[in-house]
């Protein structure tokens, strides 16, 4: 029986490198524009801010539109990338893609809105990052401050003396930084507090049951405690229902970003959604939690 178990394990165990490899061979066929491998592109889901009645923001999310598999979601494929070392080369690919998406919209007279980037660390720390982004803020004519950068906590605090000056670095070009997954690292505030970051992205664990749950809401408010200390917007992620919405209400935090608002839309989405902005612009009332609900 111990034979049997044994090979069993040996032939999936292979089974699983060869679909491993050849997901890293496809991956690197999309990443150079090969079709037939499908098309690496950014959604974008739109950040509200509730209060007043308005878009802050949207984060470009990378999807993967394969001929086979359909749609594939980047936690299947962004480690993969990060351990194959392709993670420059595909958050690349992203940042040109925003500054093209965002230079069309300007060009068009949409009301654009900053747009947020996840980045690797690897990424973020990589030699040729500052002199490829001035390059693409150039061709594109996109100015520093409409991209934001968000690095996860566990990413950004491991070893701050090289993340730090590279941070600096990033914020010098005016683009902001945002710490995001916040709460789910090891939320070190000595780290923390050793370079300056613009916003934090509360992981949505601490966002989705907040009001129903003592613990979730403690939680939350120690985290809103910590952006107040160190000045930084509160940006909640993965809000779904309208019971922790009115939470967040009650608790001041009016920036979100989730599900209950809009799920990641399609670029063409997106210009219908700056169109219809535009339209209304004229006559100033606010947008309601309804009128934001996309
Ligand atoms: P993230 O940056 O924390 O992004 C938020 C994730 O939560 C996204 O998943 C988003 O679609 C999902 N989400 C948004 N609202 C809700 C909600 O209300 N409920 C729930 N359950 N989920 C919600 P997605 O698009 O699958 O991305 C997963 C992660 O992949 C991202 O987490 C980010 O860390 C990474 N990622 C995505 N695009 C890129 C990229 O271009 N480069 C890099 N390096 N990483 C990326
Ligand atoms: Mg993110
Ligand atoms: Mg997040
Ligand atoms: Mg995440």
Not at 201 to 219: M, N, P, T, Y
Request: aromatic share 8%; hydrophobic share 45%; net charge negative.
């Amino acid at each position: 029986i111990v034979g049997h178990l044994q090979r069993t394990t040996v032939k999936e165990y292979g089974a699983e490198l060869l679909t491993r490899s050849h997901m890293v061979f496809e991956l690197q066929g999309a990443l150079d524009g090969d079709a037939r491998h499908g098309v690496l592109m950014a959604h974008y889901q739109p950040q509200v801010d509730f209060t007043h009645g308005t878009l802050i923001g949207m984060e470009a999310l990378v999807r993967w539109q394969h001929p086979v598999r359909g749609m594939v979601f980047p936690n299947s494929f962004i480690p993969l990338a990060e351990s194959t070392e392709k993670i420059y080369q595909l958050d690349m690919l992203v940042l040109v893609q925003v500054c093209r998406d965002m230079r069309g919209w300007l060009d068009a007279g949409l009301p654009v809105v900053p747009v947020s980037l996840n980045f690797s660390r690897r990424s973020l720390l990589h030699p040729q990052v500052i002199a490829d982004l001035t390059a693409e803020l150039e061709r594109y004519a996109i100015p520093g401050h409409m991209l934001e950068f968000e690095v996860t906590e566990s990413q950004l605090l491991e070893t701050v003396e090289l993340v730090a000056p590279r941070v600096a670095e990033f914020r010098e070009l005016g683009a902001r930084i945002a710490v995001d997954d916040f709460g789910t690292g090891y939320s070190n505030l000595d780290a923390i507090s050793s370079f300056p970051f613009d916003r934090l992205k509360v992981d949505r664990q601490f966002v989705s049951g907040v009001a129903g749950s003592e613990k979730v809401a403690g939680l939350f408010q120690l985290i809103q405690g910590i952006s107040e200390l160190f000045k930084a917007e509160l940006l909640c992620e993965g809000l779904e229902e309208e019971a922790d919405l009115l939470w967040l209400a009650a608790h001041g935090a009016d920036r979100v970003q989730g599900w209950y608002f809009s799920a990641a839309r399609t670029p063409d989405a997106i210009v219908r959604i700056l169109t219809a902005l535009r339209d209304r612009a004229a006559d100033e009332q606010p947008l309601s939690v309804a009128q934001l609900r996309a």
